[in-house]
């Protein structure tokens, strides 16, 4: 069982202080002390403030501070100093700028993403109550599959790019049959801005689910700017992107059980000028305490021959990274479902 928690500060007006070994969150709803050692990170989702002495507090305890804006994109990330050596980073950056080797780790990262989303869509298809759907979400499944098998022959990163963007399309139609039903309609991905509540869960998700990985790339000693699907880019965490989108089937499996299970409503969005949806007050805070208990179930790990917790995926696979550009194990293996 996992102890630590993570502590999102929802209220524009809020400021977190630390004392006493507490971080003290004070806002108009009343104050609240959480004890630093039952903390892993702290999220402020709004316009809050934190304390120098409060981020000290953290980062000298190795708890992450990150900032979101309204969409669920990263502001920023604070944590300790880097973990790892220098060599580590060097072997990080010497992979990246080494074109072969980048196009080989792209390749594996981007295959489990499809194999990932085959498996989410396949199990959509087998729960499916009706006949119709059933068949297009299995067809949807094999065509999958089918893009994963390109990959090897993918001679370019611009070719891996084309196949991930067809499969995309692929899926997120999938996703959308799916929901069909449900009280929210789903058409197709926006994400600047999010058009409708089903896109503004997803990019939120997402945002929550990179700043995860930023911290835990941080926590092993690597640049979270230094990817390889997603290339180095200024002001772009590309390596926390890179791994996530391994876990990314497991966040749009959890905004679809969110949304079929009726746990979020109409009233937890708002919808602001320029026709962008985002989540309410009432929204997030539904959503953060589903959150919370998804990242408490396991999931099978083919590696390490284990269920481990979702919230231990994104230190798993940077260790694994790690452990990869060291020259400690052959090859990286990506997270696959099971």
Same mark, same amino acid.
């Given at each position: 069982?996992?102890?630590?928690?993570?502590?999102? $500060?929802?209220?524009?007006?809020?400021?977190?202080?630390?004392?006493?070994?507490?971080?003290?969150?004070?806002?108009?709803?009343?104050?609240? /002390?959480?004890?630093?050692?039952?903390?892993?990170?702290? $999220?402020?989702?709004?316009?809050?403030?934190?304390?120098?002495?409060?981020?000290?507090?953290?980062?000298?305890?190795?708890?992450?501070?990150?900032? =979101? !804006? /309204?969409?669920?994109?990263?502001?920023?990330?604070?944590?300790?100093?880097?973990?790892?050596?220098?060599?580590?980073?060097?072997?990080?950056?010497?992979?990246?700028?080494?074109?072969?080797?980048?196009?080989?780790?792209?390749?594996?990262?981007?295959?489990?993403?499809?194999?990932?989303?085959?498996? $989410?869509?396949?199990?959509?298809?087998?729960?499916?109550?009706? +006949?119709?759907?059933? *068949?297009?979400?299995?067809?949807?499944?094999?065509?999958? +599959?089918?893009?994963?098998? /390109?990959?090897?022959?993918?001679?370019?990163?611009?070719?891996?790019?084309?196949?991930?963007?067809?499969?995309?399309?692929? @899926?997120?139609?999938? =996703?959308?049959?799916?929901?069909?039903?449900?009280?929210?309609?789903?058409?197709?991905?926006?994400?600047?801005?999010? /058009?409708?509540?089903?896109?503004?869960? =997803?990019?939120?998700?997402?945002?929550?689910?990179?700043?995860?990985?930023?911290?835990?790339?941080?926590?092993?000693?690597?640049? @979270?700017?230094?990817?390889?699907?997603? +290339?180095? !880019?200024?002001?772009?965490?590309?390596?926390? =992107?890179?791994?996530?989108?391994?876990?990314?089937?497991?966040?749009?499996?959890?905004?679809?059980?969110?949304? *079929?299970?009726?746990?979020?409503?109409?009233?937890?969005?708002?919808?602001?000028?320029?026709?962008?949806?985002?989540?309410?007050?009432?929204?997030?805070?539904?959503?953060?305490?589903?959150?919370?208990?998804?990242?408490?179930?396991?999931?099978?790990?083919? $590696?390490?021959?284990?269920?481990?917790?979702?919230?231990?995926?994104?230190?798993?696979?940077?260790?694994?990274?790690? +452990?990869?550009?060291?020259?400690?194990?052959?090859?990286?293996?990506?997270?696959?479902?099971?």
């Amino acid at each position: 069982m996992r102890y630590l928690s993570t502590v999102y $500060v929802r209220h524009h007006r809020a400021k977190v202080g630390v004392r006493s070994g507490a971080l003290l969150v004070s806002s108009p709803d009343g104050r609240h /002390r959480v004890p630093l050692e039952a903390v892993d990170a702290v $999220v402020l989702l709004g316009a809050g403030q934190i304390t120098s002495q409060a981020i000290d507090a953290c980062v000298s305890r190795n708890v992450r501070v990150a900032a =979101l !804006r /309204r969409g669920g994109s990263v502001r920023w990330v604070v944590g300790g100093p880097i973990g790892g050596n220098v060599h580590l980073r060097m072997a990080l950056h010497e992979a990246v700028s080494d074109a072969g080797r980048s196009l080989s780790l792209a390749k594996l990262i981007v295959a489990a993403k499809l194999q990932n989303s085959r498996h $989410v869509v396949d199990r959509w298809a087998r729960d499916s109550a009706g +006949r119709d759907e059933g *068949r297009d979400l299995a067809r949807r499944a094999r065509h999958l +599959r089918q893009r994963v098998f /390109r990959l090897p022959e993918a001679e370019t990163p611009d070719h891996v790019r084309g196949i991930e963007g067809d499969a995309a399309r692929l @899926y997120f139609g999938a =996703l959308g049959r799916v929901l069909s039903t449900s009280d929210f309609s789903y058409s197709m991905r926006s994400r600047r801005p999010p /058009r409708d509540p089903v896109n503004a869960l =997803l990019s939120f998700c997402y945002g929550l689910l990179v700043a995860e990985f930023i911290g835990a790339v941080e926590s092993v000693g690597l640049d @979270y700017q230094m990817g390889f699907f997603h +290339r180095p !880019r200024s002001g772009r965490p590309s390596l926390a =992107l890179d791994l996530a989108e391994e876990v990314r089937a497991l966040t749009d499996r959890f905004v679809v059980s969110l949304i *079929r299970r009726k746990q979020i409503g109409a009233a937890g969005f708002t919808r602001v000028p320029g026709n962008a949806v985002y989540l309410s007050d009432e929204g997030r805070s539904s959503l953060l305490s589903a959150w919370e208990k998804h990242k408490e179930t396991e999931v099978a790990h083919r $590696v390490l021959g284990r269920r481990v917790g979702r919230w231990a995926l994104p230190t798993v696979q940077a260790t694994l990274l790690a +452990r990869y550009l060291r020259g400690d194990i052959p090859a990286y293996p990506p997270f696959v479902m099971v």
